[in-house]
């Protein structure tokens, strides 16, 4: 049971048991859609006493892990655990995040996978893997492109706000390459049908004989803040795009998921 005691041997258990049920209670309030919680919710979603819930919420209310209402005797998450995400979130690199992902896309496909980070109107590279074969692609890092060109540009448009992408499509779209979308009005649908499958395709739109399919990274605000693609030369990568398309969703959402993302 709870003993609020830190102790060895018998009570070594009895500890452990302590600081486990407050994992969870604290865990519970980052895993509901509620803002609050009740003694009540909380007894019966993780099969414990309101005794002892209440005995776990005076202890994280003490260190200010959860807060509570006055008036409603409700429970939310409270400064100590926001600075507590906040130091997890800071710490975090998207670079360093994605690597084992891409690495993994790239030797589960035998083509090349690459990370971007939107800067301003452009999607720059900022990583790569490529396979061991002799006919692949590489792309060039550091180079900005333009959001309406290629699969992580549109994926990363896609997903920006509403007034963001009409403001975007203000501008004239130059064209990469023949097959670049220069029309507003088609991007404009091509963009929705990205946001609807969650994915973006391009065969040849950023550069001519490149065919990649691409899923946005979320932080934790929501916001796309990278793409995630999986390329190769384009007549080899048609095919490949269904199973293609189907792990780079995957992926990107691991990857979101580690930079506090949640859908």
Do not use: W
Request: net charge negative; proline share 3%; hydrophobic share 40%.
């Amino acid at each position: 049971g709870y003993t609020g005691r830190m102790g060895t041997n018998d009570n070594g258990s009895q500890t452990i048991t302590a600081i486990e049920r407050a994992a969870n209670v604290l865990l519970l309030f980052a895993e509901t859609d509620r803002t609050d919680l009740g003694v009540t919710e909380i007894s019966n979603e993780l099969g414990l006493s309101k005794a002892v819930v209440h005995r776990i919420l005076n202890s994280l209310k003490v260190k200010e892990l959860v807060e509570a209402d006055e008036e409603t005797h409700r429970y939310s998450l409270g400064p100590a655990a926001v600075a507590l995400g906040l130091t997890y979130l800071n710490r975090i690199d998207v670079r360093t995040v994605a690597r084992p992902v891409i690495k993994e896309l790239s030797d589960a496909t035998n083509e090349t996978a690459t990370l971007s980070i939107r800067s301003g109107a452009e999607r720059i590279y900022i990583d790569q893997v490529t396979p061991a074969r002799e006919v692949k692609m590489e792309v060039v890092l550091g180079h900005p492109y333009p959001l309406h060109a290629g699969g992580s540009s549109k994926v990363i448009l896609a997903h920006l706000p509403q007034d963001e992408v009409e403001e975007y499509l203000t501008h004239e779209l130059l064209a990469l390459t023949d097959a670049t979308i220069t029309d507003a009005g088609i991007l404009r649908d091509e963009l929705a049908s990205i946001r609807d499958r969650g994915f973006a395709v391009s065969y040849g739109e950023r550069r001519s004989d490149a065919g990649s399919v691409a899923a946005a990274i979320f932080d934790h605000e929501r916001r796309p803040i990278a793409a995630m693609s999986l390329c190769g030369p384009a007549e080899r990568f048609r095919e490949e795009v269904p199973e293609a398309s189907e792990l780079i969703v995957g992926a990107a959402g691991r990857v979101s998921e580690l930079l506090g993302y949640r859908s």
